[in-house]
């Protein structure tokens, strides 16, 4: 009925109930009707009777909760999806002729009347529609090849899909692999390929290991792989350069395996962004130039951080601790050790080691020798300049005079007590790329779990809502909601916490192991704690550091107030600039403090960006970054087709791999699918009955008639 296939009523309670009750119901007006002052005919007490039941029913309808099931069933038609790459590469001359096969696959489509269950699409840098009379929007310009962007978009079809084709070089530069996104759609996936899979007599920058933040005036290295075809014994100059200015240069002789590493030592002079690039000299007879290339960012930090390690008092946690900051090379370690009132272990200046630290290390302080005018220059220090710290328990700690630094803290204490709980660490598997946890042990968590004893304050310890909890108390082995380590971040706010005393007893223990885990947990917290936060109240960043020439540059910004709530009314703008050339990028909020807009040039090289967010005609704040356009074509790079990625995506989704020369083979595939591929979808919608105000408005409309007409005929 009405193409339905089912439809059911239910209620909340058994339905018998509700006959019952209805016959009881009526039985009852009945009953009530039989006689009536004055007496009226049969027919108006009839009437009267009807009203009212149907006037009860409702009520009781609605109290048994209805609800009404509809089952419809739809003819699903099955549909192909096409996904043709658009990218540059298909322009590579290889002799193959990339950009007419695609066109060609398109036609043969037309020809095999295919068109009518097929649908386009076109992908590189993002996926869109195409339309069988729109084929000239096929002009394979795009800067990336993003393969991740195919099953996305396939995510957010709802149709019956038959099988998905994607016709491609196979060569990813975008994005990440969607191998396993592709196999959990469980829809098969045909690839043609497009290109020649014969390697190619060439030289290429493979890849650069380096180090993505290191120190001024310090050495580090930056290995380039090289790889060749058909070039051994060679000799080929690869050169460092930074910020486009000759850095360093080697003269190698191309190794007969194909792949060897040169290594550079690169000592920046200053600190900030810069960009490096590794390039190996042209070699006659190559069949591109465009990888010979490899260009990189890194960050560099000013070359000594500043390290003052404040201590309440003498203990082997201060000097365990010191002994760790010491060891790097890249630290100015400075203390002020407290042993009585106002006498302390050096004899320095003080506040000029407050003013000018960079991070602050809290052990055992404050003690209840620790003056009010140190503590307060403390808290100003970290509370009002944001300077980062990071503290331990440790022994002589004065928990009363720690709440002077409590809105700072990253946890409450209470209900304090001289006692103290003997606790081991209890770290999650969640946790185990945690960059403070990391150490040379063949198991990470397991070296931090089985850890010797420490000693924290047997108070209640809390950790605040801001707060990650790295780890948690183990006491006797059983788990306790208590925290040990926690990292706290908030806004431009840094700081990391060890609750407890006696953390020296980590490092004898892990010594005699050969781990270096103590130590890498005092220097990774202080890297990590001297690194900027991301999360300011105005922030800029582009998606990526290096754009193809004519791809999208796309802008990201943040917007909060001063209470890190986020702002969406906010005008953001930016500025971008390369040489003499100068642009404005207005962003767009798309909610929830989020800011996004795009930028696009023709012209290739280096560009730096300004943004600037302004309220009211308020300034927010700015920001700033660079980019890189086009100075490597990472489209042309590879130009061997991928064939064996291509063949691994197919075979793992129950689909096939062609060739360009035997792809003619899938269209009767493809017909064969789309002929068993229809499918019946049996739509079921339930209806709330008993929420619906029109039968509650029904059934007053009928107890209203009955007064009515009650009234009419003088009816008491």
Same mark, same amino acid.
């Given at each position: ?510 010594? =005699? ?201 003088? =009816?008491?």
């Amino acid at each position: 009925m009405f193409n339905f296939e089912k439809i059911s009523l239910g209620f909340s309670f058994p339905s018998v109930f509700f006959f019952i009750l209805i016959l009881a119901l009526a039985a009852y007006v009945i009953y009530v009707y039989r006689y009536t002052v004055p007496a009226i005919p049969k027919g108006k007490r009839i009437f009267l009777i009807v009203l009212r039941s149907l006037a009860l029913a409702l009520l009781l309808f609605v109290i048994f909760e209805p609800i009404l099931t509809l089952a419809k069933k739809r003819i699903l038609e099955p549909v192909n999806l096409i996904f043709l790459d658009n990218s540059r590469s298909i322009q590579i001359n290889d002799g193959t002729n990339r950009s007419q096969t695609v066109k060609d696959f398109v036609k043969g489509l037309k020809d095999n009347n295919l068109s009518g269950n097929t649908e386009l699409y076109t992908f590189g840098s993002a996926a869109s529609g195409l339309s069988y009379d729109s084929l000239k929007k096929l002009n394979f310009n795009e800067g990336s090849t993003n393969f991740s962007r195919i099953f996305s978009t396939i995510s957010k079809i709802n149709r019956n899909i038959s099988s998905v084709v994607i016709v491609s070089d196979g060569v990813i530069t975008d994005g990440s692999d969607p191998l396993q996104t592709a196999i959990r759609q469980n829809i098969p996936v045909f690839t043609v390929g497009v290109g020649d899979s014969t390697a190619r007599n060439d030289v290429e920058v493979k890849n650069v290991l380096y180090n993505e933040m290191i120190y001024a005036q310090t050495p580090t290295s930056v290995v380039a792989s090289i790889s060749n075809t058909g070039f051994s014994n060679k000799n080929v100059n690869v050169s460092l350069y930074e910020n486009n200015t000759f850095a360093a240069q080697k003269n190698i002789s191309l190794s007969p395996d194909g792949i060897q590493n040169v290594d550079f030592t690169y000592t920046p002079k200053g600190s900030g962004e810069k960009k490096l690039s590794v390039v190996v000299s042209n070699t006659p007879g190559e069949f591109t130039y465009a990888n010979n290339k490899k260009v990189f960012f890194i960050n560099v930090l000013s070359n000594k951080v500043k390290v003052l390690v404040i201590a309440g008092s003498p203990s082997p946690d201060v000097s365990f601790i010191k002994n760790s900051l010491r060891a790097d090379n890249n630290l100015s370690v400075n203390s002020i050790t407290q042993y009585a009132p106002d006498k302390f272990v050096e004899k320095n200046d003080r506040q000029r080691l407050l003013d000018s630290a960079n991070v602050l290390f809290l052990v055992g302080f404050p003690s209840r020798e620790t003056s009010q005018q140190l503590l307060q220059s403390v808290l100003k220090e970290i509370g009002d300049k944001d300077k980062p710290y990071f503290l331990t328990l440790s022994s002589g700690v004065d928990f009363s005079r720690l709440k002077t630094l409590q809105n700072e803290l990253s946890f409450t204490a209470n209900n304090i007590s001289g006692d103290y709980l003997e606790i081991q660490p209890d770290i999650s598997a969640s946790q185990s790329d945690n960059p403070l946890l990391q150490n040379n042990a063949s198991n990470i968590l397991d070296a931090w779990n089985n850890l010797p004893p420490v000693y924290q304050p047997n108070v209640n310890l809390q950790s605040k809502p801001e707060s990650e909890i790295i780890s948690k108390v183990k006491i006797n082995n059983v788990v306790m909601n208590r925290p040990l380590i926690l990292a706290r971040t908030l806004g431009s706010k840094k700081s990391v916490s060890v609750l407890a005393k006696d953390i020296w007893r980590w490092k004898l223990e892990t010594a =005699m192991k050969n781990l270096d885990l103590f130590d890498r947990f005092i220097l990774s917290s202080t890297k990590w704690l001297n690194t900027k936060e991301d999360h300011k109240q105005f922030s800029v960043k582009t998606t990526k550091k290096l754009y193809a020439l004519g791809e999208q540059v796309e802008f990201n910004a943040q917007v909060y107030d001063q209470t890190f709530n986020p702002i969406t009314d906010a005008y953001v703008k930016v500025a971008v600039k390369s040489g003499s050339n100068s642009y404005e990028v207005n962003l767009n909020s798309i909610g929830n403090g989020l800011y996004e807009g795009t930028f696009q040039t023709n012209q290739p090289g280096d560009y730096t960006f300004t943004g600037e967010g302004y309220r009211n005609n308020n300034k927010l704040g700015t920001d700033n970054g660079s980019f890189n356009v086009g100075e490597t074509d990472i489209e042309m790079i590879n130009p061997r087709m991928n064939s064996e990625y291509l063949t691994l995506l197919s075979n793992q989704t129950n689909g096939k791999f062609f060739y360009n020369s035997n792809y003619k083979q899938l269209y009767s595939i493809l017909k064969d699918i789309t002929a068993r591929s229809s499918k019946d979808k049996i739509d079921v919608s339930s209806i709330n009955l008993w929420s619906d105000e029109w039968l509650l408005i029904i059934a007053i409309i009928i107890f209203g008639l009955e007064w009515f007409f009650r009234k009419r005929w003088g =009816m008491l």
